[in-house]
């Protein structure tokens, strides 16, 4: 198959997150098994215009922010230049709605969509944009098929109108080989861990309360936050404000190695987010064996399970996620069976598994003409 994508960001941008691991673990695999693949994405500051990652021949236009607007002359660009067999548009911003510029095929993955969460994020006038931008998503995209990464992005679309029968549910994977114990020892005092961007819609603000409200009981617990992201000057204000001190270690970006060291430390990791896709880092660490302590909202419910893999808590408790840090702090041998099973169903996920259900959605696609 030659594949075009079409994604805001491939996975050498700063802004990079989940959903360019996604991107470059299903179709990297998929330009080893023969398949041509081309992408095209914003740029940044000192970006190249071209690149080649894992077998991806990578198009780089515009910026994080005009992309909305010049991304579609790039795609336009790049359909005038070769012949392609399916057109995918990695949904995980705002659509660009590339339904109406070609007669490919079209396909379009879905992380998940902001709704309402957007007003959490950015002040009202850009958020009401966002809002209605999505609104015409069934009607404009009426003709393609849909991959969603978790039954609740599935729900989502659904709920929107588009039909259930127009979309393939395909979960993601990890590379347990990558991901697993032993990168560093359980850090011997009680250790949280955040990993990802620092946005606002995260919701790590309840993270910090919590973590203020068991340190009532427990003076020992402390949290890492890895990542980097504009909300980080509001979170270090709130840290202050409740006098959290060296109880909270911002770390900036990390490498993949230290990555991995720092989940298989921790006793938990933690996502407060109201809405994901699907919460791949909580995945991660289970398959380093560490437990994920998030809140009970679509697509995180999916990479936790309760009473397994760690605890869901309901969004915005923060009582009930102070109880639930506490209660790992005072056992560490739930931390260890939580743990366990969190590496069991990690070794359940694979990428080469995701990989072959997009290659069998794609070819249905072709088959059925869109």
């Known amino acids: 198959m030659r594949i075009l994508l079409v994604n805001w960001n491939d996975r050498e941008n700063p802004h990079a ?9 299903i179709f990297g695999r998929l330009v080893r098994r023969g398949h041509e693949v081309d992408l095209v994405a914003s740029g940044w500051p000192g970006a190249a215009p071209r690149a080649e990652l894992d077998g991806i021949q990578v198009y780089r236009s515009a910026r994080r922010y005009s992309f909305a607007l010049r991304g579609r002359a790039a795609v336009r660009h790049r359909l005038g230049q070769r012949s392609y067999d399916v057109l995918i548009e990695d949904l995980n911003k705002i659509p660009l709605y590339l339904a109406g510029m070609t007669p490919l095929p079209l396909s379009v993955l879905v992380h998940h969509l902001f709704g309402s969460t957007i007003f959490t994020e950015v002040a009202w006038p850009v958020a009401t944009i966002v809002w209605l931008w999505e609104r015409p998503l069934p009607w404009a995209y009426h003709r393609a098929a849909f991959q969603a990464v978790s039954a609740s992005t599935r729900a989502d679309l659904v709920a929107r109108g588009v039909p259930r029968d127009r979309i393939d549910v395909i979960p993601e994977g990890i590379d347990t080989t990558v991901f697993r114990p032993g990168a560093a020892p359980r850090a011997a005092w009680p250790t949280f861990l955040y990993v990802g961007r620092l946005k606002r819609y995260k919701g790590l603000e309840i993270a910090l309360r919590a973590l203020a409200v068991a340190r009532q009981a427990r003076p020992d617990v402390t949290l890492t936050i890895a990542g ?6 509001r979170l270090e ?3 202050r404000a409740l006098q959290l001190g060296e109880a909270v270690r911002f770390v900036g970006f990390v490498s993949e190695d230290e990555k991995r060291r720092l989940l298989c430390q921790a006793w938990a990791v933690v996502y407060p987010s109201p809405k994901e896709g699907w919460g791949i880092s909580n995945v991660e660490a289970a398959a380093c064996g560490t437990p994920a302590l998030a809140s009970d909202s679509p697509g995180l419910r999916e990479s936790v399970r309760p009473g397994e893999t760690g605890f869901l808590v309901r969004h915005g408790d923060v009582r009930g996620l102070a109880d639930r840090m506490l209660a790992l ?7 260890e069976r939580l743990g366990r099973g969190a590496r069991a169903f990690a070794e359940q996920l694979s990428w080469d598994q995701a990989a072959s259900a997009t290659e069998a959605h794609l070819r249905r696609v072709i088959a059925q003409g869109g």
């Open 228 to 233: 980097q992201g504009d909300d980080r000057p």
């Open 17 to 25: 997150g989940g959903a360019e691991v996604h991107l470059h673990e």
């Open 237 to 239: 204000r709130l840290v």
């Open 329 to 335: 702090a005072a056992d560490p041998g739930l931390v």
